[in-house]
């Protein structure tokens, strides 16, 4: 299937500094891609739709100035996670819509963020 | 939010087939249902995804009723390597967002 690659898998970052997580699609082109987060335990949550060349759709209760997203090309979408306190700290994961392989999407490895 | 409930957990014995219920009662018409699975710390895995028709792959096969207010995702032989959180999703196809709802944890048990 299509592959959905996320950097960095892990990362530990200092509270009150940002971290910037990045989402590719390798085979194919994404003009849509998802960010998800989930704590430990649960399920995941969506936090928002990045649409290429336009501005992000929040899902209710997420703040968008805390996480920035980016979605500058048809194969590449960022989160930032701004001034990240140790409470931000979750495993996030991105997907993206591949419509090629009969309208599937395919999910990235996920990044664990660590916010000490 | 979700649309589906799935039982929290079941177990099955390896060799034997994993028979995983998915209830979708307010499902639309256009809508899919989709199954992926997330083995701990790592993103969910495609299994399957129909319409309305029976799906089979090389995973699994996916049995809709006719009513599509149900379905059953069904692995043929579990192995211990399917132990694993199945989610059920609905929607509607390309661009649409998934909402996961609590998924069941199947253990395979040797």
């Known amino acids: 299937g299509a592959v959905v690659s996320q950097h960095p898998s892990w990362v530990i970052c200092k509270s009150g500094t940002s971290v910037k997580i990045e989402c590719r699609s390798l085979?194919?082109?994404?003009?849509?891609m998802f960010w998800y987060r989930q704590f430990p335990k649960q399920s995941l949550m969506l936090m928002a739709t990045s649409n290429e060349g336009s501005k992000a759709t929040y899902e209710q209760g997420v703040e968008k100035d805390k996480f920035l997203i980016n979605h500058a090309s048809l194969t590449l979408s960022t989160l930032t996670v701004t001034s990240a306190h140790p409470e931000d700290s979750s495993f996030y994961i991105c997907?993206?819509?591949?419509?090629?392989?009969?309208?599937?999407?395919?999910f990235g490895e996920g990044s664990w963020l660590t916010v000490v | 939010d979700a649309k589906t409930t799935q039982p929290p957990s079941m177990d099955c014995a390896e060799g034997r087939a994993a028979n995983l219920p998915c209830n979708h009662s307010?499902?639309?018409?256009?809508?899919?249902v989709y199954w992926y699975r997330q083995i701990h710390s790592q993103g969910p895995q495609y299994i399957i995804h129909g319409l309305k028709n029976n799906e089979t792959n090389e995973m699994a096969s996916l049995i809709i009723t006719e009513d599509r207010k149900s379905s059953t995702l069904i692995l043929p032989h579990a192995t211990l390597r399917d132990t694993a959180v199945y989610y059920c999703i609905v929607s509607q196809d390309t661009g649409n967002q998934f909402y996961f709802g609590t998924g069941t944890s199947l253990t395979v048990i040797p």
């Open positions: 997907s993206a819509w591949d419509s090629r392989s009969g309208n599937t999407i395919y």
């Open positions: 085979d194919f082109q994404a003009t849509t």
């Open positions: 307010t499902i639309s018409g256009n809508e899919y």
